[in-house]
């Protein structure tokens, strides 16, 4: 039985890592597949900086750096900005799905420009680089936030009444104002509100977490993985240096 393993970007109680499971209900997987979630053991308190996508990059890597001795056939990463996709790609054989870069490229399989819904502004830098990376800014109708800072341990629970209505509206202002006819939820932290957003938005919504799922699926069953070429393997890993550093820190509780 397959086996993928799903990091969740940040140190987390057993409860919040649970809410991250929640995703698997959005989306319809064989049997005979199985995802275990396994949080950072450290890392930063948000992705707001370039200090903070550094720390990310690192403490990604250092969860999934032995995902192919421990048994999986695949990694997903938790998190719309794609931290630590190239470097698990060159240490790992196995497929390392990011849910960002898929997310936009789907939505190009699915219509002409794509908007971006994010909670708040101090996100906007890592959607900005996946964007040039890719070549999409013509594709790229907008980013838009409402305006709050999300929670990365209770994600959007008891904050739905508040919350959905904002991104509803700032939904249809990407697709009246900016010419969006396909909507991403701009985190997987955002996942609760993606039922609600695509029952009364007239665009498809991607959810990104589950779609990475999917493609891990469909990875496996095609026989594919990334390309040498593109991920090359590193001369004189350093695991073992990795897990020195990572293992002297002391993760903070998740609550």
Not at 230 to 249: H, N, R, S, Y
Request: hydrophobic fraction near 45%; aromatic fraction near 6%; glycine fraction near 6%.
């Amino acid at each position: 039985m397959p086996k993928v393993l799903v990091i969740v970007p940040f140190p987390m109680s057993e409860a919040n890592r649970r809410q991250r499971e929640q995703q698997l209900d959005a989306v319809e997987l064989g049997p005979d597949i199985v995802f275990h979630f396994r949080p950072v053991r450290a890392g930063p308190a948000n992705y707001t900086s370039e200090h903070d996508s550094v720390l990310a990059d690192l403490s990604i890597l250092d969860a999934g750096k032995r995902a192919q001795e421990e048994g999986y056939d695949a990694v997903c990463i938790d998190t719309m900005s794609d931290s630590g996709l190239a470097a698990l790609r060159s240490v790992l054989d196995i497929p390392v799905i990011g849910p960002g870069r898929a997310s936009m490229l789907t939505a190009l399989m699915l219509g002409e420009r794509f908007s971006i819904l994010i909670m708040w502004d101090r996100w906007k830098h890592l959607y900005k680089k996946s964007i040039l990376e890719l070549g999409l800014t013509w594709r790229c109708a907008s980013v838009r936030s409402i305006g709050i800072e999300p929670s990365n341990q209770s994600l959007l629970a008891g904050k739905e009444e508040e919350v959905f209505p904002l991104l509803l509206a700032a939904a249809r202002r990407c697709i009246d104002e900016d010419g969006a006819d396909v909507i991403l939820l701009g985190s997987t932290t955002m996942h609760q509100a993606h039922a609600y957003l695509r029952d009364r938005l007239p665009v498809p919504v991607i959810n990104p977490g589950p779609l990475s799922y999917k493609l891990a699926e469909a990875a496996l069953a095609l026989k594919l993985t990334h390309s040498r070429k593109a991920f090359a393997k590193p001369v004189a890993p350093k695991l073992d240096m990795i897990d020195a550093m990572l293992g002297a820190v002391v993760p903070p509780s998740g609550g």
